[in-house]
């Protein structure tokens, strides 16, 4: 489902636009690609006041309410997708700043998820999916983000808003301009200094797993591993420790956890 939309201005997109109602802005955005191509050096915005068939990672249904922040940016670049690893990882800090810019404080868990801890008790606030599209000579990267604002889907266990954690009202107007500004000076940074690293240990500051206590079971298809999170690397990978010794993980779904890491800042 596509419906009527609007044209807005942000310095360094060539287009954004705002929907009123869409399956999903990864949808729409994959569509525009397919039929037009990304133009090199361009990049794009699709957001929607409301999704029908939002998604979350490895194909996860995402709820979406209409107090939420939901949009897919399109970046392009040259960059083979062997330098992409922690990409994602870089996304959730650049969300975290811009939330922060507005004084709130949140956290990041591993791969994907924009989250607080309250009483040992994770609570999410939202996501991020990333997509690559070949583009021949280019690519065209895909971010997509649902970020619960000041209101979250009342059928999803465990999730919040920042309005919920904080008592702050932040509108998706207040939050798109920084948000875009800072998720294209996060790609820059991104391509042009080396990948992930030089964003490693503000990542792992965020991180809501406490180093070499908090323990993790994290599912792989009918493959699960369990361990002791041990920050991450220069890529993104999650560094787990176990009996075995240290083994890297570059994907999965985080099922369990304990002995989570308590930021004073971004709850109660």
Same mark, same amino acid.
């Given at each position: 489902?596509?419906?009527?939309?609007?044209?807005?201005?942000?310095?360094?997109?060539?287009?954004?636009?705002?929907?009123?109602?869409?399956?999903?802005?990864?949808?729409?955005?994959?569509?525009?690609?397919? %039929?037009?191509?990304?133009?090199?050096?361009?990049?794009?915005?699709?957001?929607?006041?409301?999704?029908?068939?939002?998604?979350?990672?490895?194909?996860?249904?995402?709820?979406?309410?209409?107090?939420?922040?939901?949009?897919?940016?399109?970046?392009?670049?040259?960059?083979?997708?062997?330098?992409?690893?922690?990409?994602?990882?870089?996304?959730?800090?650049?969300?975290?700043?811009?939330?922060?810019?507005?004084?709130?404080?949140?956290?990041?868990?591993?791969?994907?998820?924009?989250?607080?801890?309250?009483?040992?008790?994770?609570?999410?606030?939202?996501?991020?999916?990333?997509?690559?599209?070949?583009?021949?000579?280019?690519? $065209?990267?895909?971010?997509?983000?649902?970020?619960?604002?000041?209101?979250?889907?009342?059928?999803?266990?465990?999730?919040?808003?920042?309005?919920?954690?904080?008592?702050?009202?932040?509108?998706?107007?207040?939050?798109?301009?920084?948000?875009?500004?800072?998720?294209?000076?996060?790609?820059?940074?991104?391509? %042009?200094?080396?990948?992930?690293?030089?964003?490693? $240990?503000?990542?792992?500051?965020?991180?809501?797993?406490?180093?070499?206590?908090?323990?993790?079971?994290? %599912?792989?298809? %009918?493959?699960?591993?369990?361990?002791?999170?041990?920050?991450?690397?220069?890529?993104? $990978?999650?560094?787990?420790?176990?009996?075995?010794?240290?083994?890297?993980?570059?994907?999965?779904?985080?099922?369990?956890?304990?002995?989570?890491?308590?930021?004073?800042?971004?709850?109660?």
């Amino acid at each position: 489902m596509t419906t009527s939309y609007s044209l807005i201005t942000l310095a360094g997109y060539a287009s954004v636009r705002i929907y009123d109602e869409v399956s999903s802005t990864m949808d729409v955005a994959r569509a525009a690609l397919q %039929e037009t191509g990304a133009p090199s050096g361009q990049h794009s915005i699709v957001i929607a006041e409301r999704q029908s068939s939002g998604r979350g990672r490895q194909g996860r249904s995402w709820g979406s309410s209409k107090g939420a922040f939901m949009g897919t940016y399109v970046f392009s670049t040259k960059a083979p997708v062997s330098q992409l690893s922690g990409y994602s990882l870089v996304v959730g800090v650049a969300i975290a700043r811009v939330v922060a810019s507005l004084g709130v404080t949140i956290q990041l868990k591993w791969p994907n998820d924009l989250v607080v801890v309250e009483n040992n008790e994770l609570k999410k606030l939202g996501g991020i999916l990333i997509e690559v599209q070949d583009m021949g000579a280019s690519r $065209a990267v895909l971010v997509g983000v649902g970020l619960n604002l000041t209101e979250h889907p009342l059928d999803v266990a465990h999730s919040a808003s920042l309005q919920n954690v904080s008592g702050r009202t932040i509108s998706r107007a207040e939050m798109l301009p920084g948000m875009s500004a800072e998720l294209l000076a996060c790609h820059a940074a991104f391509i %042009e200094r080396g990948g992930f690293k030089s964003f490693r $240990a503000e990542w792992e500051s965020l991180s809501c797993f406490e180093n070499d206590r908090t323990t993790l079971t994290i %599912e792989q298809g %009918e493959r699960s591993l369990t361990g002791t999170y041990l920050g991450v690397d220069a890529n993104g $990978a999650l560094r787990l420790g176990s009996s075995n010794g240290e083994q890297l993980v570059h994907s999965g779904h985080v099922t369990q956890l304990s002995e989570l890491r308590f930021n004073p800042a971004a709850g109660g």
